[in-house]
């Protein structure tokens, strides 16, 4: 049990261009969920914190206004990156927190040319 | 402030050697502590947690922690690494009661040679 899922899994967009990543949660209902970047070789970085029926609270750096965050259900949040940039490109990844522990998507890639 | 800090950043080890990956914490209040593998490829997978209880924690694949409150430390250890483990680890920590959050360690990439 405790499976997230992200689609897609790697998307290529041009300069300007804005990009939606969706995060669900299979076989569980997530009340709060997390988005993530990673760069190569390095940690995870919060983005933000997303709460299902109300606004996402961002990590302090984090552009608010083009990193749009949705969470319209308990089984499904939206990442969108407006007007993305070549350093947009990077690996975001989702997580669903049941009772405590967080569970994690399978990442998606992005390269913004 | 709140952090986790992991010591090794790169471990190159032989099959069959033990292994012992460092992690320290930083909170205020009560802690609960992870470890989570990222294969090659792959998504972040749960290996072992602590949330109160017995110190010593047992988790998947041969791997166990220990939680020494007096050190703020977490180590990972396995006594017998296979060419398998060869993965990213990560370390993470939230404060007991909030909604989960976590705060990550700056990882360690093991390198197991066969």
């Known amino acids: 049990g405790a499976v997230v899922s992200q689609h897609p899994s790697w998307v290529i967009c041009k300069s300007g261009t804005s990009v939606k990543i969706e995060c669900r949660s299979l076989?569980?209902?997530?009340?709060?969920m997390f988005w993530y970047r990673q760069f190569p070789k390095q940690s995870l970085m919060l983005m933000a914190t997303?709460?299902?029926?109300?606004?996402?609270?961002?990590e302090q750096g984090v552009e608010k206004d083009k990193f749009l965050i949705n969470h319209a259900s308990l089984t499904l949040s939206t990442l969108t990156v407006t007007s993305a940039h070549p350093e947009d490109s990077s690996f975001y990844i989702c997580?669903?927190?049941?009772?405590?522990?967080?569970?994690f998507g399978p990442g998606t890639r992005l390269t913004v040319t | 402030a709140q952090s986790v800090s992991q010591h090794n950043h790169h471990v190159i080890l032989s099959e069959a050697a033990s292994l012992e990956l460092g992690c320290n914490y930083s909170?205020?209040?009560?802690?609960?502590l992870f470890w989570y593998v990222q294969y090659p490829g792959q998504h972040l997978q749960l290996l072992l947690k602590y949330f109160s209880g017995d110190p010593l924690v047992k988790g998947i694949k041969g791997f166990e922690a220990e939680f020494i409150k007096s050190k703020f430390s977490f180590n990972l250890r396995k006594p017998s690494v296979q060419w398998s483990d060869t993965a990213e680890y990560f370390c993470a920590a939230h404060g007991s009661g909030n909604t989960g959050k976590l705060i990550f360690g700056q990882g360690t990439t093991l390198q197991v040679k066969p």
């Open positions: 909170y205020g209040g009560t802690v609960n």
């Open positions: 997303s709460n299902e029926g109300s606004k996402a609270t961002y």
């Open positions: 997580g669903g927190t049941r009772a405590y522990e967080q569970y």
């Open positions: 076989d569980f209902q997530a009340t709060t």
